[in-house]
């Protein structure tokens, strides 16, 4: 069974577009995360989910809405897909604690393509 | 301001050789140091964790090493082989923050040549 599942795997849009991508986790885990990975593979988080409350926003335009609808899904909208946004999205999963030490479990990517 | 550098961006080897991917930190307060490989199209997967009070956590032919009085990390891969190409993310968590504060170094790709 897959840890972290994204769908889809890729996408393809045009500009000006709205678009989602679904993340599932089936660890068990309370944390979710989204990262952006551009194209020089610099991995940069975007949003953390804690028991479904968000964690970290990390300057992200307001056209990306994370939404955790349970502990097992953290979806990501995009509205008014740019240019820009063309990038592989990861979405991670982990147990919680103050020390930040447990493994971060990720999902297989999301490749997204704005024309 | 929380940064981790790593160097160097790009390394090419000899299948059978071995190397050191180095990884500085600034990250305050330190909780611990984790390494990632990431092979091509795939997300990151843990290699090794270290806290505070350890200086060195072996992973089969991964051995990575924490200095941290220099706040330095280095990760030793040995008798490298074709399925090491990969990039090496090393991520320095801070302690008593949010859950998953986390600072990511830009990587090291690796690639090994037969």
């Known amino acids: 069974d897959t840890a972290v599942s994204q769908t889809p795997k890729y996408l393809v849009t045009q500009m000006g577009n709205d678009k989602s991508i679904k993340c599932e986790q089936n660890l068990g885990h309370d944390t979710m995360y989204w990262y952006k990975q551009d194209s020089k593979k610099f991995l940069k988080i975007m949003f953390s989910y804690n028991n479904k409350e968000l964690i970290i926003n990390e300057t992200v335009p307001n056209r990306f809405s994370p939404k955790s609808p349970d502990k097992a899904h953290l979806n990501l909208h995009i509205n008014s897909l740019e240019l820009g946004d063309s990038a592989v999205y990861f979405c991670?999963?982990?147990?919680?604690?103050?020390?930040?030490?447990?493994?971060?479990?990720f999902g297989p990517g999301t490749r997204l393509t704005v024309t | 301001k929380n940064q981790v550098e790593q160097s160097p961006q790009s390394l090419i080897i000899l299948e059978g050789k071995n190397c050191t991917l180095q990884?500085?930190?600034?990250?305050?307060?330190?909780?611990?140091l984790r390494w990632y490989k990431q092979d091509t199209g795939r997300g990151p997967v843990s290699l090794t964790i270290?806290?505070?009070?350890?200086n060195t956590k072996s992973n089969g032919r991964y051995t990575a090493t924490l200095d941290a009085d220099t706040k330095q990390s280095s990760l030793h891969i040995t008798a490298s082989q074709l399925s090491d190409s990969a990039s090496y993310i090393c991520v320095v968590s801070l302690y008593n923050t949010n859950a998953g504060k986390s600072t990511f170094g830009d990587g090291t790709t690796l690639t090994v040549k037969p």
């Open positions: 991670a999963s982990s147990q919680a604690g103050v020390d930040n030490s447990y493994e971060q479990y």
């Open positions: 270290m806290t505070f009070s350890e």
């Open positions: 990884c500085n930190y600034t990250v305050s307060p330190f909780s611990n």
